[in-house]
């Protein structure tokens, strides 16, 4: 149904406005994008309505769009699929903050763990992914802005888990940023390569 929709929307656009010389299939792909985004986004809304988490569902947006956006990572074939992903997605992230935070972990576990993930995701990021690739200029500001917002999570993160105890919503945040990294590593273990910015 989404498909026919954005078929034919896509259709429309393409066939008005031929003059721009945008294909059929980047119109489709931007509406399949935009129109999978808001549906993930509105399920996943729900969900954490009905689960009384709301705030995390709108903090898990807040950090996981900007850094899936600039660093790249796994991207489903189809958008049933990547809707299928993303909601595996949200909720492995807050089951297991939410298991996580019953054991107490010290804080030292939980700064290994975040520093890890920050200094992958910077090593790492961006990756090319055939199903949402970029120019090499597009790469170098993604890599600049991946570079900026881990850095400010990474920084407030060790300085909150060092003036406070760890909590679950500092544990829900690391293990979002944890995420990304999976994302990372899936592209790469699919045969994908990092992105050459610096040739």
Known sequence: MVDNLCNKIATFFASKHNK????????????????????????????????????????????????????????AKTVIKCFVASVINYFSVMILAKWLSTLYLPIWVWLCILGFNIIFIAVSAPVKNKKHNVGKSVAKKNKKYSLIIIGILGTALIITYLTIEPMYILNYIVLTIASIAIGILLTNKGGKKHVRIFD
Do not use: A, W
């Not at 010389?21 to 980047?26: G, H, L, M, R």
């Not at 119109?27 to 988490?53: A, E, K, N, P, V």
């Not at 996981?64 to 956006?69: A, F, M, T």
């Open 20 to 75: 721009r010389n945008i294909s059929f299939e980047v119109y489709r792909y931007g509406l399949q994008l935009i129109m999978s985004s808001i549906g993930i986004m509105l399920f996943i809304i729900c969900i954490s309505c009905i689960f009384d988490t709301f705030i995390m569902g709108l903090l898990y947006f807040v950090i996981y769009i900007p850094l899936k956006v600039t660093c790249g990572g796994y991207h």
